[in-house]
């Protein structure tokens, strides 16, 4: 199982008037938590796209608990649960500067061929990068 | 139970580097057929605010399961299927010009009183409104 | 010269917490008015990107004189002023229900070959189809 | 005068389907940058409308020269090159990790009294927390 977390600014632009973040932004949160995750294991989503792979959107669920505001400086703590398959899941909580929880989520991707644009599984050397973190 | 179908046209905005939409938009499709449907029954979200009530989102789920692109003409088939109470529950499904389901998902949104921003209960006026539909 | 009016109605996403559309919403307006502009002269941007031609943006100018809010339904009237050359511009103005007029942009555009991602020329067929408009 | 740089990292979300980051994401970056740069001058934009002074876009003009994509690690320098009065003007260059010069954009703002809706100068206390930078 790996963890991480990330701090992320909320943008002017992702309130609402309702004065609060509005609910499509918690899945650029999360993707944007994915990006981060991928970094520190000295990969990147843009080299698995440079290799060949996309990784379309599958499934999403959230929950929201409590609202996010304007400038307020998130943290997402995102999990890798299991090792890639032909699909990888992350789990993903987000809490607000006073360590409330405020939103929580999950996103199921797919693994596809970026010339065929057909289903493949997770490319070996991907799967190799992050097996030391399951043991 | 109250169905209505509503239609959308891709935006370029709300593409992608995968030359697809943005998994995040499905969400705003959403919200524009729960915002034609609600104009449908004489009211709408809109007035729903004038009268005090805001209502936050708080489950989102969603299943994907082809893309969309740009220009693509969607059709968002809505269903009300219960009458709300402190809560009310949408389901979307999502066609393309070609009649494929592309996408699936359902909301779940509070009533919350714009003053105190608390939860409350759907206004008396609002569910009468929407009442006959349910016999 | 051509000119052609669109509608648009303003999503809840497009809000921002001032209550209004937030500022950068207005350019995704003025695509969609070039896309439906596009689609009545028998042609579609798709089309262009399907013939091998894309068209990045080389310039904005906006200037906003009053708020939109949600639920307004804007009319987009887009002018196409001179036949497409290497180059492309558009101005839009966008007025509200009441009539009155709440921004007012320019946008050109630069044609690209798709493969070689160079500038280029407009096509041949496009200004052709383009040009008994302006005599 | 004042300037200042600030680290904006591409989101796949920003991206659109010619592969590179929609246009209209440039007026966000220069937001965010304009955000960063009052927190560093010891307030924020936040507090000025908890004050009660809310900022509207009057005008927006941007060029483009060259496409950003995912994952870049942009830098907006953000310039202040006059003090405010009832008007606020940033000048923004965004540059690419590879120091090409890619945007540049000016935005002015208005000072709007929150309650009223009406124009309104720079609060006082603002302009003195300004002030020493342009002596």
């Known amino acids: 199982?790996?963890?991480?977390?990330?701090?992320?600014?909320?943008?002017?632009?992702?309130?609402?008037?309702?004065?609060?973040?509005?609910?499509?932004n918690y899945v650029n949160y999360y993707e944007v938590a994915r990006t981060e995750m991928l970094r520190e294991f000295g990969t990147s989503y843009k080299t698995l796209e440079e290799e060949g792979v996309m990784m379309p959107v599958l499934e999403v669920n959230m929950r929201y608990f409590s609202p996010a505001r304007y400038d307020d400086l998130l943290t997402v703590r995102i999990t890798l649960a299991e090792l890639p398959t032909a699909r990888m899941t992350f789990e993903h909580e987000i809490y607000n500067q006073e360590g409330t929880l405020i939103n929580k989520g999950q996103v199921m991707l797919a693994f596809m061929n970026r010339e065929t644009r057909r289903a493949c599984r997770a490319p070996k050397w991907f799967v190799e990068l992050l097996a030391p973190y399951f043991h």
Chains 1, 2, 3, 4 share one sequence.
Request: proline share 0%; hydrophobic share 40%.
């Open 1 to 24: 199982m790996i963890t991480r977390e990330i701090q992320i600014r909320v943008r002017y632009k992702e309130t609402d008037a309702m004065g609060i973040v509005h609910h499509s």
